[in-house]
């Protein structure tokens, strides 16, 4: 009979959780055939042997890495040694109750390739968390869901907890940087469906988190690589290098308007700064996001209408920025401008990326 599901458990010093974890992993299997893959970074209390000892009465392996390297590294690594074609990731501390298994392997079993157990959907939540955390946490997958826009369909892309099918990462290298493994399959895996179940994030039983800064500053690395892996950050450099081709338009149309035209400078302004929103989009629209776009003369100029009012409002926050930055911090004006110019093209990409171009 082959095993139905290979559940991997990356560990670090997390002897006190690893018996009741195995026991109610097997309690909640009781009808399927499994195996647990422990992937333990040398932890320095016991937790290989403790899980090791396991071995005669449960189907648990135990991998032992050398150096510590990582939660998401360790998943990686565990997946060269499952037998099944179902795989599921999961914490060794409680915090992701083992019961929820069952319902990810039904997603499975009705055809999902990916299986989240999801703190971000009906049913779900987070025991115990501070009003901080909970703003970390949400702003996180904010900045995941801004700056990788296929993620956007998932409600909790940064779950450690999940199920997936083996050929969703057969072919794929996956290169992630800290925590976040989910994050890395659901940009590079290959799969169709993605299924979320609810569930409450526990507080933990025994030992201690790993989570720190550092780990924050991996998140950034990590979506740093992979915008860079999907051309994300190309596709930034393009909408600066577009803005910059609209002050060409602007300043050219606006003298050749006063100076040859004859009108008075104010109305040449307007006009120059309507067409240079005009350039940009055309550009835009083209050169930046040729992928975003839906055909259809309809939605042509439903994004040009979206894209001009995000650059008037992006005027705004320019001249906010200039007089914020001169009339209280006492900045030259000129100096305080490249703030303005820096704070408006944050502000009309982003809202390119998440209203214009969705
Ligand atoms: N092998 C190995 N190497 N395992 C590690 C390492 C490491 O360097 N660091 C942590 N782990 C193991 C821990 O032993 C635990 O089983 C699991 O990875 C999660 O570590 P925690 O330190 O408990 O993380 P957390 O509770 O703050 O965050 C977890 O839950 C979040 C919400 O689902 C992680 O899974 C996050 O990725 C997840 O977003
Ligand atoms: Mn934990």
Request: net charge positive; hydrophobic share 45%; aromatic share 10%.
């Amino acid at each position: 009979m082959s095993t139905a599901v290979s559940i991997i458990i990356p560990t670090y010093n997390e002897r006190d959780n690893i018996i009741a974890l195995v026991r109610r992993i097997d309690q909640a299997l009781s009808n399927y055939e499994y195996e647990i893959i422990f992937i333990d970074d040398s932890s320095n209390d016991g937790t290989a042997e403790v899980a090791a000892a396991l071995s005669p009465k449960y189907p648990v392996k135990v991998i032992i890495r050398q150096n510590k390297r990582g939660l998401a590294s360790a998943v990686v690594d565990g997946l060269g040694y499952v037998k099944s074609e179902v795989i599921g990731v999961m914490d060794a501390d409680l915090q992701h109750p083992p019961e929820v298994i069952p319902q990810l392997l039904k997603e499975i079993g009705s055809g999902a390739d990916v299986a989240i157990a999801s703190r971000y959907v009906e049913g779900g939540g987070c025991q115990g968390w501070g009003l901080m955390r909970r703003i970390i946490s949400k702003g996180a997958i904010f900045l995941a869901h801004l700056l990788l826009p296929s993620t956007r369909k998932v409600k909790d892309p940064v779950s450690g907890f999940f199920m997936i099918n083996r050929r969703v990462v057969g072919n794929t290298e996956l290169k992630p940087t800290g925590y976040k493994i989910l994050l890395e399959i659901l940009i590079e895996g290959e799969f169709q469906s993605v299924a979320e179940v609810g569930y409450t994030f526990r507080t933990r039983s025994g030992g201690e988190s790993k989570l720190n800064a550092r780990q924050q500053i991996d998140y950034l690395k990590h979506i740093y690589s992979l915008m860079r892996r999907k051309g994300e950050l190309v596709r930034f450099a393009k909408f600066c290098l577009v803005g910059l081709s609209g002050i060409l338009v602007n300043m050219g149309l606006l003298w050749l308007l006063t100076e040859f035209v004859g009108l008075f400078y104010l109305l040449s302004a307007a006009i120059s700064i309507e067409s240079s929103i005009i350039s940009n989009f055309i550009l835009n629209d083209f050169f930046t996001f040729p992928d975003r776009r839906l055909p259809g003369a309809k939605s042509f100029f439903g994004r040009l209408l979206k894209y001009n009012l995000v650059c008037v409002a992006g005027l705004g926050v320019n001249m906010g920025v200039l007089w914020l930055l001169t009339d209280f911090l006492g900045i030259f004006y000129l100096v305080s401008e490249l703030g303005g110019i820096v704070a408006a093209t944050l502000w009309n990409y982003t809202l390119s990326i998440l209203w214009a171009w969705k």
